[in-house]
C-alpha cells in the first residue's frame, strides 16, 4: 500500500595568534599496644560463642553444623533485641529442623517450624533458608498418582513460602510444579499469589529487573540488551513465574499470563525455560509454554515502545535486516494471529488486547526499512497498518519522507509529501526538514530552497509553531546548500539567523567546520571559529576534530597543540572522552595524516595524569587500523604493534566487549588480512577463556557469510555447537551458512 500511499496525487578573515606561527580498627605492625575496644552487651557475644550442651562425644557433622548456625545468628540484625532463652531456643531447634528434613520426617519437620514461628524466631532465619528450602522439595512427591496428604503438603508450603520470600525458591519451585504435574493449576496459582503477597508483589522482583538481552527466547532472540548484565541476577526466582505461566497455560489463559508476566518485569532467558520445563511431564505443555512465553516476551517489547524504537534503531545501523523482519513478523502475528494479543494502535485495545503498538513504533520500522532498502517490507507495513485501521499520521509519513531521503529518492519524497497533503495531513516541521533534506542530497537545490521558502512562510503565518526543533530544519538548509556549492547563500543564511533567530548552536558551526575542514580551507575554519566564539558558544568533540583536520592538511605540525591551545582558550578541559572522541574521529578518517594526529594526541594522554587513555580509546584506534583499507600496509602493522605494545606495558587486557568491536572491524574490511586479524582475535579469545556470548558469535558468523568464508564459517558453527545451542537469529545464520545462502541486506 506503500506505493498507493505515494502516488495518491502529483505534485578576508581574521587569523587568531592561537592557530598561527580497614573496618575493624586496622593499626600498624609498629604499634606495640593494641586499641581499647568498646565493651557489647554481654548477651550478644557470649551466649551465642557458647554451645547450650556439652559437645565432647558428639558428631563432629553435629557440631559444625552447630557453629555454622551460630555465624549464621550472629549476622542477624535483631539478635540484640532477642532474649537469651528464645537464642538458646532457636539455636537447638534449627538443628533439629534440618534434622528432619534430612530424614524425611514431615510430621517432625512441621513440629519444628510451628515452634519457631510461635516464638516468633522464622525472621532469624538467614542463609540457611536455602539448605531448609533444597531439603523441602525433595519431600515433593515425584510422580503425579503418589498421594500428597494434605497436612504434609501445607507444611512444606508453609516452608517453601518463607524460604521464597528469602529468595531461596526452591522448595516453592517444586510445590507449585508438582501441582501442576497433577493438573492442579489452581493450587499452583494459589502459591504464587501468596508468594507475592508475603514478598511484598512487584518488589519481590526488583533484584531481577532487566530488560530482555540478544540471548533471549521472544521473537527468537530478537530483543536487546539494555543493561550491564545479561543474566538475570535470579534465574531461580524466574522459575517462579514460568511456573505461575504454565500454571496459566494448563488453563488456557494467555491473557492471564500476560498480566502475570508484565506484572513481574524479569526476563526469562532461553537456558533458564529449558531448564524449568524439565520438570514438567506433559510434553505438550511445554511446547505450548514455549509458544507462550515467545508472545509475552513480544508483548513486553511493546510494553516498552522508547525501548523498542532504540533497538529498531541499533538493528538498522547494523543493517541486521532478518532480525529487523522477525522481530516485525512476530509483532504482525500478535496483532492478527489466532489468538491476538497486541492491538494495533490505542483506539483498538481490548481486555483481549491490552498493548497497543504504538505509532512510534509503526514509523520506526517504516524507516528502518527503507534505509535498509527494503522497499517490499515497507509497502507491506504501510499495507498491514492500514489493514489493521491503524491511520498514519504526520509521524508516520514523516518516517517515510526520511525513510526516502535515506535511500537518495527525491521523486518518491516528493509524491509522498503530496500524498500527504491530500489526505488533509498538516506537515510539521520535522516533515519540512526530511523533504528539504532529500531535495537537497538528491542534488535539487532550487527545488529544496522553494520548500524552504514555505517553511518559512508558515513560521511567519502562525500555520507553524517554533519549536526546539526549528533550528534543524536551518541547519539541514545550511548543510544543503554547502555540499551543494551554495557557499555565499549559506553564508548569507548564517548572517541573518546569527541577527533574526532562531540562534545559531554548535551544530551549526561545525556544519561549516566540516565543510572547510574536508577542503583545508584554513582562513576559512579560523573564520568559523571566531564566529562561534562571539557568539558565546563552546566547541565540542566534532568542533575541535573539524580544526585539526584542516591543520593537518595546510600541513601545521603543530597541529595537535594548537587544537589543546584553542580547548584551553574556551575552557574545555581535555578530560579521557574528549581525548578519546577526538582521536575516533581522527583515526575514522582513514589516513596517514589522520592517524598520525590520533597518534600524537594518544602519546599527550599518556603524560597527563588527569587524562589516562583507557580500553575505549586503545580500541577505538585498533580497530580504525583493521577496518581502513592502507595504501601503507607498513603503517598499518607499525600501528597496531604499537597500540598493542603500549596496551600490555599499562596492562590493559582486552574484555569480551573490546574483542567484539575488533572482530566486527577485522570481517568489514575486505582484504584478506581482515579475515587473518578476525581469525587471530578469535583464537586469542578461546586461548584466554574470554567467554563467547550470542553477540560475539553473532558478528563472527554475519561477518564470514557476507564474505562468503563459507569454510571458516562451518569450523566455526562446529566450535559454536559445543558451547551453546544457537536460537533465532543466531540459528537463523547458522541455516544460511550450511545452505550456503548470503545475508540479502
Request: proline residues 5%.
Amino acid at each position: 500500500m506503500l506505493r498507493h500511499a505515494a502516488s495518491r496525487t502529483a505534485s578576508q578573515a581574521q587569523v587568531f595568534d592561537f592557530l598561527a606561527p580497614c573496618v575493624y580498627g586496622y593499626r600498624s605492625a609498629s604499634s606495640k599496644t593494641p586499641p581499647p575496644l568498646a565493651r557489647k552487651p554481654k548477651h550478644d557475644t557470649e551466649k551465642l560463642a557458647a554451645f547450650p550442651v556439652p559437645v565432647r562425644g558428639k558428631d563432629p557433622t553435629v557440631i559444625c553444623n552447630r557453629i555454622k548456625e551460630r555465624i549464621s545468628f550472629l549476622n542477624q540484625p535483631s539478635v540484640t533485641v532477642t532474649p537469651d532463652p528464645d537464642i538458646s531456643f532457636f539455636n537447638e531447634t534449627v538443628v533439629k529442623l534440618r534434622q528432619a528434613l534430612k530424614l524425611g520426617d514431615v510430621r517432625r519437620t512441621r513440629k519444628y517450624w510451628t515452634q519457631l514461628e510461635e516464638r516468633k524466631l522464622l525472621r532469624l532465619l538467614g542463609p540457611q533458608l536455602h539448605g531448609y528450602s533444597k531439603l523441602a522439595a525433595a519431600l515433593c512427591p515425584r510422580s503425579p498418582g503418589k498421594p500428597w496428604e494434605d497436612e504434609e503438603r501445607k507444611a512444606i508450603e508453609e516452608i517453601a513460602l518463607v524460604a521464597a520470600a528469602g529468595d531461596a525458591v526452591d522448595a516453592l519451585k517444586a510445590c507449585m510444579v508438582t501441582h501442576i504435574n497433577r493438573r492442579d493449576s489452581a493450587a499452583a496459582l494459589d502459591l504464587y499469589q501468596r508468594f507475592l503477597l508475603l514478598s511484598g508483589s512487584k518488589q519481590s522482583w526488583q533484584d531481577d529487573l532487566a530488560q530482555p538481552t540478544g540471548d533471549g527466547v521472544g521473537s527468537g532472540g530478537l530483543a536487546l540488551n539494555l543493561s550491564t548484565d545479561s543474566h538475570s541476577r535470579s534465574p531461580l526466582k524466574v522459575t517462579i513465574l514460568l511456573a505461575a505461566i504454565t500454571a496459566h497455560a494448563v488453563q488456557d489463559s494467555f491473557e492471564n499470563a500476560l498480566e502475570t508476566f508484565l506484572s513481574s518485569p524479569t526476563r526469562i532467558s532461553q537456558f533458564t525455560m529449558k531448564d524449568f520445563l524439565r520438570s514438567i511431564d506433559d510434553k505438550s505443555l511445554c511446547e505450548k509454554v514455549e509458544e507462550y512465553v515467545r508472545r509475552l516476551d513480544t508483548a513486553r517489547l511493546i510494553s516498552q515502545p522508547l525501548f523498542l524504537s532504540r533497538h529498531i534503531s541499533k538493528l538498522t545501523d547494523n543493517e541486521d535486516v532478518p532480525r529487523l523482519e522477525k522481530l516485525y513478523h512476530a509483532i504482525v502475528i500478535g496483532m492478527s494471529g489466532s489468538d491476538p494479543f497486541l492491538a494495533s494502535g490505542p483506539s483498538d485495545v481490548t481486555p483481549h488486547k491490552p498493548i497497543s503498538v504504538q505509532e512510534v513504533n509503526w514509523a520506526a520500522f517504516l524507516t528502518a526499512f527503507l534505509r535498509c532498502r527494503r522497499r517490499d517490507l515497507a509497502e507491506k507495513l504501510w499495507d498491514d497498518m492500514l489493514r489493521h485501521g491503524f491511520k498514519p499520521t504526520v509521524t508516520t509519513w514523516t518516517a517515510l519522507l526520511e525513510g526516502y531521503d535515506s535511500m537518495g529518492e527525491a521523486e518518491d519524497a516528493l509524491t509522498a509529501w503530496n500524498g500527504m497533503l491530500s489526505q488533509g495531513i498538516k506537515p510539521d516541521i520535522l516533515s519540512y526538514r526530511a523533504l528539504i533534506s532529500a531535495l537537497y542530497n538528491a542534488r535539487r537545490p532550487d527545488e529544496a530552497l522553494k520548500s524552504f521558502a514555505a517553511f518559512e512562510q508558515g513560521l511567519s503565518k502562525g500555520t507553524l509553531q517554533r519549536t526546539a526543533d526549528t533550528l534543524a530544519v536551518y541547519n539541514s538548509v545550511l548543510h544543503g546548500l554547502l555540499t551543494n556549492g551554495r557557499e555565499a547563500d549559506a553564508n548569507t543564511l548564517l548572517q541573518r539567523i546569527r541577527k533574526e533567530g532562531p540562534k545559531p548552536d554548535i551544530v551549526t558551526y561545525n556544519t561549516f567546520l566540516r565543510h572547510h575542514g574536508r577542503k583545508g580551507e584554513f582562513r576559512a575554519v579560523s573564520s568559523v571559529v571566531e564566529r562561534l566564539t562571539e557568539d558565546g558558544l563552546t566547541g565540542d568533540v566534532f568542533t575541535f576534530s573539524s580544526i585539526l583536520s584542516a591543520l593537518l592538511k595546510v600541513g601545521r605540525t603543530d597541529a595537535t597543540d594548537l587544537v589543546l591551545t584553542l580547548m584551553k582558550k574556551q575552557n574545555v578541559e581535555p578530560n579521557v572522552a574528549v581525548f578519546s572522541s577526538i582521536i575516533d574521529q581522527q583515526a575514522r578518517e582513514g589516513t596517514e595524516q589522520g592517524f598520525r594526529a590520533a597518534l600524537d594526541l594518544l602519546q599527550k594522554m599518556e603524560l597527563n595524569p588527569d587524562a589516562q587513555p583507557n580500553e575505549v580509546t586503545y580500541t577505538s584506534i585498533l580497530a580504525n587500523v583493521h577496518r581502513g583499507m592502507w595504501t601503507n600496509p607498513a603503517l598499518a602493522a607499525e600501528c597496531k604493534q604499537y597500540i598493542l605494545g603500549r596496551m600490555k606495558a599499562r596492562n590493559i587486557q582486552p574484555n569480551r566487549v573490546t574483542y567484539n568491536i575488533l572482530l566486527r572491524a577485522c570481517l568489514e574490511n575486505p582484504d584478506k588480512d581482515g579475515l587473518q586479524s578476525a581469525l587471530g582475535y578469535y583464537r586469542e579469545m578461546v586461548v584466554r577463556k574470554i567467554p563467547m556470548t550470542y553477540d560475539t558469535w553473532y558478528i563472527l558468523l554475519h561477518g564470514l557469510i557476507t564474505r562468503e568464508e563459507w569454510a571458516v564459517a562451518d569450523e566455526l558453527v562446529e566450535d559454536l555447537t559445543k558451547y551453546l545451542v544457537p536460537e533465532g537469529a543466531l540459528a537463523s545464520l547458522v541455516g544460511r551458512i550450511r545452505r550456503r545462502t548470503m545475508v540479502t541486506d
